[in-house]
């Protein structure tokens, strides 16, 4: 397989001619759409910000697939997916910082290597993926403390084991294959600690069978922490966390049903590491720039709404993946090969009322149905609840960037008057910072609304990033093929 | 029990109004239909400026108004009152003339100006382009968080009696004969011996509400934020077309750099101005526009990240000033809106002038330039 970033890219400084799709996103979802609209013919392009296809699910060293093979699940799709997609021009490297209409559909902005490039196309596929959701605890921002999914980037994507005594904990089944992962590569796993109680599992076989292959890679992850004597604990959290340069432990607790702790439950685990997970956040800054319609899912994210083509609010603009929904890779294909289809059918159709009814194969709309189910019974399974606010203290930290506590937080509140998550977050700077509330931005939502949970207008609040990706000013000022200013 | 006064509005201009009002023994509601500082309150920079206005009405708002802001940082403060001063710059010879000129006749109007030659410029601004002709120093040039402003402002008067409602709309007005006696809500009735309209750039609706035109209208503006830097730039550091372009009245796009840093290390860049309506649009042109001129201005900004925009819509009337003062064809009814871009700078003048004008007093300055049925 070729994976190297100048395969398929066009030579910099030329107008680039108007693509039929253009698929941002190179993760699973993207490259089923890339794949599934090269299949009808159409003339793609596939934007994405890493250096090669896979996203954050395949994950890998540069060029190097072999090396983490065992740490992947469904290889087999991945090299299926990019022969599929190896015939669509490919930038790889470039951040799309922003996307807007254009006269003949829509313009992708991207940044690679300092330079600004426009990228032109009828009809846009997005598949921006998610990152970690993460929820503030006493001394979350030590050295040592780690994202579930930052731990196992750093494992699939540099081979580095994150530390040698690790405790892995939050919520969902993520956390099956990062503590596998870190066991199978030398780390010692002091624990799995799932804050729910998946048993419920069983009851929801229903949702499930369907999808049996879900199933065994879980028990999968399962046989290896078994092999490898890693303890997994559920009802329990990682409350706080101990050390005065870098970690040396955390505190594990017992939860009751609103995940407040038990007292007396805590016990101190010492540990160099932790990986910490609570679900996923969908990266919309994209739709939203385009001003796509929003819903609230199963799992409190806010999501885009998408039709069975995945045609979300906007005409011309499909969203495939996490964003419409985390539901994990399989769906993730699935909605992108819909997509793909769908949107390359719109760009190309002489029909301008196209035939969407014959373009997705009813297997495909069946397979998607039954990857939605599972993945709302996994959320079913898998909530959080809104005590993990009792465990923080008023100067615990929930903005890292800005250094804003959750004290300042219900000040804002309480004192200044803000009754919503934006107004919240402008009063107090939590999500003003580097990361633009992409870290804090879910939390900072929860602890403004207190005992109730945010609704879609403050997780909106805190989900508009007009700028997508940061870009300098001189990039911004002399985009490519633009007369140079300084 | 009818309130004194009912303020529309909980952005900068109502929360002024109705601290001051509170101040003067008045009972005090505030309505808003969004949250507090909602509007453009919580889209600018928080510019308290005297050097951007040519000696005349709103230069003497300005510098009433730049004078309660220093004591309102200190009297109820937590809002990052930053004197830091601002520097005027030109690129050429007559541009600097130009501007001394206008910073003379401001001088006379009571403005400290100092003229600053090319040669002494980095003493003041390290970073500014080297090949810049000179410029002038406004030491009383003064900046505010202006969100933070507005909310401790607010909590401030509610401390000493005021409600505030926020999420509540105003959907009509109660009459008497010809006499504006509240306000009419989407959560019910408010009896008011007085109404003030602080809507700022929707000013204009509700004065259709009562029957009255005041021409308020939308002036769109992007600004660009950096990463967060250490402290780069000093000053509030703009290029003379600025005031040209305030002045203007043309509706197509016209920018100017206007950099300056900000306690918590961002760099905010403007300023542009656009009659487009509430187009909320990002404008990858403006953006591209604002971002050359910093860099023109600030050479070193060049390989700064932008990590954010947003844009806003400044309340502003054909003539360019506000309107302050009641209204003769709605008695009872007060108009403090129409601020353009300077609405955070005069919005301490303004709510104390309302005050006064509502409490019998005679008003600190003359409001004649303001008032709202001047337009014809």
């Avoid at chain 2, 309505?31 to 309150?41: E, K, N």
Wanted: glycine content about 12%.
């Amino acid at each position: 397989m070729v994976t190297s970033p100048s395969d398929g890219t066009p030579p910099a400084g030329r107008a680039m001619e108007t693509y039929d799709v253009a698929v941002v996103g190179g993760g699973p979802a993207g490259l089923a759409a890339a794949s599934a609209a090269l299949a009808t013919g159409a003339r793609v392009v596939l934007v994405d910000a890493g250096r090669q296809p896979g996203g954050q699910y395949w994950r890998h060293p540069i060029g190097d697939l072999g090396a983490v093979a065992d740490l992947h699940h469904d290889l087999a799709t991945f090299r299926r997916l990019v022969a599929g997609a190896s015939a669509a021009v490919r930038l790889f490297g470039h951040q799309a910082w922003t996307v807007e209409p254009a006269e003949r559909g829509f313009l992708v902005r991207a940044v690679a290597d300092g330079m600004e490039r426009a990228v032109p196309a009828r009809v846009l596929v997005l598949a921006p993926g998610g990152y970690d959701r993460q929820v503030p605890f006493r001394g979350w921002d030590l050295p040592g403390v780690y994202t579930a999914g930052g731990a196992q980037a750093l494992l699939k994507g540099h081979q580095v084991v994150a530390g040698r005594r690790v405790v892995v904990g939050g919520t969902g089944p993520f956390l099956l294959p990062v503590a596998a992962g870190l066991a199978v590569r030398g780390a010692s796993v002091a624990g799995v600690f799932e804050a729910n109680a998946p048993a419920g599992w069983l009851r929801r076989a229903g949702s499930v069978l369907p999808v049996a292959g879900k199933l065994t890679e879980g028990a999968g992850y399962a046989a290896a922490l078994a092999r490898h004597r890693v303890p997994y604990r559920s009802r329990r959290a990682i409350v706080a966390a101990h050390g005065a340069e870098s970690l040396t432990a955390v505190t594990v607790a017992r939860l009751d049903a609103r995940w407040r702790v038990l007292p007396g439950s805590e016990r101190i685990v010492e540990c160099d590491t932790a990986a910490v997970g609570w679900g996923f956040t969908p990266q919309l800054e994209l739709p939203l720039a385009l001003g796509c319609a929003t819903r609230v899912d199963v799992d409190g994210s806010l999501v885009v709404a998408v039709d069975d083509l995945q045609r979300t609010s906007v005409p011309g603009v499909y969203v495939a993946g996490e964003a419409c929904g985390i539901g994990g890779a399989p769906l993730a294909v699935a909605e992108g090969e819909i997509a793909g289809r769908a949107a390359a059918n719109a760009a190309t159709a002489a029909n301008a009322a196209g035939q969407p009814a014959v373009v997705v194969p009813s297997r495909l709309r069946r397979r998607r149905r039954a990857l939605r189910r599972f993945a709302a019974a996994m959320h079913e399974v898998h909530p959080v609840r809104d005590g993990w606010q009792t465990w923080l203290g008023e100067d615990t930290l929930v903005c890292r960037c800005e250094e804003v506590t959750a004290g300042e937080v219900r000040a804002a509140v309480d004192e200044l008057g803000a009754t919503d998550a934006r107004t919240a977050k402008l009063l107090s700077r939590a999500g003003m910072g580097w990361c633009q509330g992409r870290v804090c931005g879910y939390a900072t939502a929860c602890v403004a609304a207190g005992s109730g949970r945010p609704v879609e207008a403050d997780l909106r609040g805190v989900a508009e990033r007009p700028i997508a990706a940061p870009i300098t000013l001189s990039a911004l000022a002399n985009p490519e093929g633009a007369p140079r200013q300084q | 029990m009818p309130a004194d006064v009912v303020v529309i509005g909980a952005g900068v201009v109502g929360a002024a109004t109705a601290w001051y009002a509170t101040r003067a023994g008045l009972s005090v509601t505030v309505v808003d239909r969004g949250p507090v500082a909602g509007g453009t309150t919580g889209a600018g920079e928080g510019n308290i400026l005297v050097s951007d206005k040519p000696p005349g009405a709103e230069l003497d708002l300005a510098m009433l108004s730049s004078r309660l802001w220093r004591e309102l940082g200190t009297e109820v403060g937590g809002f990052e009152y930053d004197a830091k001063g601002g520097l005027v710059v030109a690129s050429a010879a007559d541009g600097v003339a130009a501007l001394s000129g206008l910073a003379a006749e401001q001088a006379k109007a009571g403005v400290d100006t100092v003229v600053v030659p090319a040669g002494d410029l980095a003493e003041h601004e390290p970073h500014l382009n080297p090949e810049l002709a000179g410029g002038v120093l406004y030491p009383q040039d003064a900046q505010v968080q202006p969100m933070l402003a507005a909310a401790r402002l607010l909590r401030s008067a509610r401390r000493s009696g005021a409600t505030v409602h926020t999420g509540v709309e105003v959907t009509g007005f109660l009459r008497s004969g010809g006499q504006v006696t509240g306000v009419r809500t989407s959560t019910g009735d408010l009896p008011a011996g007085a109404v003030v309209n602080a809507a700022g750039t929707w000013g204009g609706e509700i004065a259709s509400l009562a029957g009255v035109e005041v021409p308020v209208l939308p002036r769109r503006g992007f600004i660009l934020v950096t990463e967060p830097l250490p402290r780069l730039i000093r000053h509030k550091v703009y290029a003379a077309e600025y005031v040209s372009d305030v002045a203007s009245d043309d509706a197509a796009l016209q920018t100017s750099p206007v950099v300056e840093g900000t306690r918590a290390g961002t760099v905010l860049i403007g300023a542009s101005r656009e009659r487009v309506g509430y187009d909320r649009t990002l404008s990858v042109r403006v953006l591209r526009a604002l971002a050359a001129q910093a860099v023109e201005l600030f050479p070193v900004l060049a390989g700064v990240q932008v990590i954010r925009a947003y844009r806003g819509f400044r309340p502003y009337c054909p003539d360019h000033l506000p309107v302050i003062g009641p209204d003769p064809r709605a008695p009872g009814l007060f108009h403090a809106c129409g601020h353009e871009g300077a609405g955070i700078g005069l919005a301490a003048a303004t709510g104390l002038l309302i005050a006064e004008l509502i409490d019998g007093q005679q008003p600190s300055l003359d409001v004649a330039p303001f008032r709202p049925e001047r337009f014809r």
